[in-house]
């Protein structure tokens, strides 16, 4: 959630749509993201995923994570309940 105030401290140091980052095989940087698996497949599946962006504090470091696909999420993981 988008905001130019911190709901902790009131301060409007506020760093929006920072990225989160894994460092995999060969320090290669992959975003971190939320994953739901849309198939039920031995092989093969299908995931829907979103990449995890933060929204930092300056002042007293609260850190608030979205998603930019929330309803892409909401669909799949509304599929999984009927797998």
């Not at 709901?7 to 940087?29: L, P, Q, W």
């Not at 739901?36 to 299908?46: A, L, P, Q």
Request: some cysteine.
């Amino acid at each position: 959630m988008k905001s130019d105030i911190c709901s902790a401290c009131g301060s409007s140091k506020i760093m929006h749509e920072m990225r989160i980052v894994d460092f995999g095989h060969g320090n290669a940087k992959k975003d971190l993201s939320i994953e739901i698996k849309t198939t039920d497949n031995v092989f093969f599946n299908k995931f829907e995923k979103g990449a995890l962006k933060a929204q930092i504090c300056g002042s007293c470091g609260k850190v608030d994570l979205s998603v930019n696909n929330p309803q892409e999420l909401w669909q799949a993981y509304l599929k999984t309940k009927s797998l």
